[in-house]
């Protein structure tokens, strides 16, 4: 048989394959070397960094955890940076959830940045998370009118309106900006139609979201959405921004989203290389026949 | 024996033997370790609210105390052990551990499907499918059910029974001598009591499909959400998604810094009015009551360049989602499970 011919009907395993092998191979040689590539930082991306250097220290921002474990290799890298860009600015920082495992997502990401890097930020007064609430786009609509009935109490039980972190707000339009990291319904998209567009440029946003529904969003851009970190590209670039911001060496738990780019980069290659190779294979055969 | 089940067993035991070697090499296998913690309250007087209020006491004060266990890094257990050997304020946890090496297995089993379907890849989607309806059921009754329409008619029972930390009105439904309606708070309260009697009766009738008779009962409801949701999501599209699209397009194209030179000018409005021809041929293309000849039909063939070229940045996009998810199960196996990176220093 041609190598034309075994090309065709090459079975699809030995792709699964080397797309195991290309994916792991840059895992296991950056995990034992601790090497990164270099991040190139796109618009959008400096964009989010600039949105959150704009809110004057001691501001409040609201940080929606949207997303649950099946997306959080993408997303929880974000969801860090996001948190800790805000902890460094001496923002304070308003958690919530609207997907259930979100709560979750959102209490680690507090351990991990603020418990770990800032113990001097006090719960419910520089950082609090109001946990979950069902209600989906409902809810939403009801935070821009009495944000304190969307959350009438706090992950730990407490009445959000002895919260010092609280005082003050009344709809979610008192936040100067919203942060959504999100992984599909609701999230992002619903965040700016039921949200963002009827404040009238009051609330300013920016986005974190998965690879798979960052072209939704990418036509709020930049009038309806101040910023977006588009999938785990995004996520390395905002990281490579932060940790030049903060200086220094960085833990490596904070070098997640850049180390994750090896397998992202060889991963693409294989894919472009089966592209290009399928479409050889397709106009030879074509002009095989055509003779 | 057919060539694919010889294939299963070579890899089967190839796998094993991998897994037995590296067990007896380095620092060996996955393993999760916690260090206990103690809390011990006792009350401390009672809140403006009448809520008592607890603070942290010795051990031998206190009126409620319990064990805490939290997950730390080999690292520390080694750190710990070398400090004081046999100590046990950090150990091994084997619940955590167990659950680590089913998380590995699982995994295994789900990719294993990429080489064939098998027994196990029907075992590990089935575990998921029945994990995820159950806990969906749960999140609902006891986020959305118990909370919202329990918590809302029988605010008393619920706080009582169920969830102390639900936030309970001054008025009780059940007893008109608690209603005041001179009272601000009163009718409110009273709208949204009424607005949830209405919803549990409306979610009775969605439950009357499952009756032999009366099915047709379903029918009111439904229509309800229905509408009300078209209703909703017709106002956000046309304001969120029609209005201000149109208004961003618009301005895309209209040069906003003055003074600019003709090649700044140039590489400012060029992405807007690439937006604008973009917009315009992608209609042209949908547009269907018109044949698609003469300049309306180069505009749609423009048109399909546009779409083709946003399917194959969206399907960029879902490439680099999948192969981050990959990505994130590969780091798993190779850190978590079988300790043969360690990228966050966890135990070095």
């Known amino acids: 048989m041609s190598v034309l011919g075994r090309l065709e009907r090459l079975d699809r395993r030995w792709i699964f394959l080397a797309m195991f092998l290309v994916v792991s191979g840059p895992i296991l040689y950056m995990g034992l070397t601790g090497k990164l590539f270099p991040e190139k930082v796109t618009a959008t991306t400096q964009s989010v960094f600039d949105a959150v250097e704009a809110v004057p220290p001691g501001e409040r921002v609201l940080f929606a955890f949207d997303f649950d474990p099946a997306s959080a290799g993408e997303l929880q890298p974000m969801a860090t940076q996001l948190l800790r860009h805000c902890a460094a600015r001496k923002l304070r920082v308003v958690c919530i959830a609207l997907w259930p495992l979100g709560n979750n997502l959102a209490e680690d990401t507090i351990t991990e940045v603020i418990h770990a890097d800032f ?80 404040s009238g440029g009051k609330l300013r946003m920016v986005a974190g979201t998965t690879g798979v529904s960052t072209p939704q969003l990418i036509p709020y851009y930049p009038h309806q959405l101040a910023g977006i970190l588009a999938g785990m590209k995004g996520a390395a670039e905002y990281e490579s921004l932060v940790n030049a911001k903060i200086g220094g060496t960085p833990p490596p738990r904070y070098l997640e989203a850049q180390r994750r780019m090896g397998p992202q980069l060889f991963g693409h290659l294989l894919l472009v290389a089966l592209i290009v190779l399928g479409n050889v294979i397709h106009f030879t055969r074509k002009a095989r026949a055509a003779a | 024996m057919t060539r694919q089940r010889m294939t299963w067993i070579v890899l089967t035991v190839v796998f094993v033997g991998l897994l037995v070697a590296r067990g007896f090499v380095g620092q060996g296998l996955g393993r999760v370790y916690v260090e206990r913690g103690e809390v011990s309250l006792a009350k401390d007087g009672r809140s403006d609210q009448g809520e008592p209020v607890w603070r ?293």
Request: aromatic content about 14%; hydrophobic content about 50%; overall charge negative.
């Open chain 1, 119 to 198: 113990p001097q930020m006090r719960d419910g007064v520089d950082y609090v998370n109001l946990g979950f609430q069902a209600g989906q786009e409902q809810l939403m609509t009801l935070l821009t009118t009495n944000f304190r009935k969307g959350f009438p109490v706090d992950q730990r039980g407490r009445d959000t309106a002895d919260l010092e972190i609280l005082e003050g707000v009344r709809s979610v339009t008192d936040f100067p900006l919203l942060i959504d990291v999100g992984a599909g319904f609701p999230g992002s998209k619903e965040w700016v139609q039921y949200v963002v567009t009827g």
């Open chain 2, 56 to 348: 942290t006491v010795p051990r031998d004060q206190a009126e409620h105390a319990w064990i805490t266990w939290s997950r730390v890094t080999p690292k520390a257990f080694a750190e710990a052990q070398a400090k004081e050997p046999g100590q046990d304020r950090v150990v091994l946890s084997w619940p955590r551990t167990v659950g680590l090496w089913l998380a590995a297995l699982l995994t295994l089993a789900i990719f294993s499907f990429l080489y064939a379907d098998n027994p196990a890849y029907k075992l590990s989607e089935s575990i998921f499918v029945g994990v995820s309806a159950a806990y969906w059921m749960v999140v609902g009754f006891w986020e959305t059910l118990v909370p919202k329409l329990f918590g809302a008619i029988l605010p008393g029972t619920v706080k009582a029974m169920v969830q102390p930390s639900l936030k309970v009105p001054a008025f009780s439904p059940w007893a008109p001598g608690t209603w005041d309606a001179a009272d601000p708070a009163f009718w409110p309260w009273m709208q949204q009591w009424g607005s949830m009697a209405i919803a549990l009766v409306f979610g009775v009738m969605m439950l009357w499909r499952l009756m032999p008779r009366g099915g047709w009962i379903a029918g009111w409801p439904l229509a309800f959400i229905v509408g009300m949701t078209a209703g909703r999501r017709m106002v956000t599209q046309v304001e969120s998604d029609l209005m201000a699209q149109a208004e961003a397009t618009m301005q895309s194209v209209l040069p906003v810094t003055p003074g600019l030179s003709a090649w700044d000018l140039f590489w400012g409005t060029l992405p807007g009015i690439l937006v604008l021809v973009g917009v315009v041929c992608c209609l042209c293309y949908f547009l269907f009551s018109v044949q698609h000849r003469g300049a309306v039909g180069g505009a749609a063939r423009v048109g399909v360049w546009y779409l083709m070229i946003t399917f194959g940045a969206a399907f960029g996009f879902t490439v680099m989602g999948r192969i981050a998810l990959l990505a994130e199960r590969v780091e798993f196996l190779l850190d978590d499970w079988l300790w043969l990176i360690d990228p966050n220093h966890l135990r070095s």
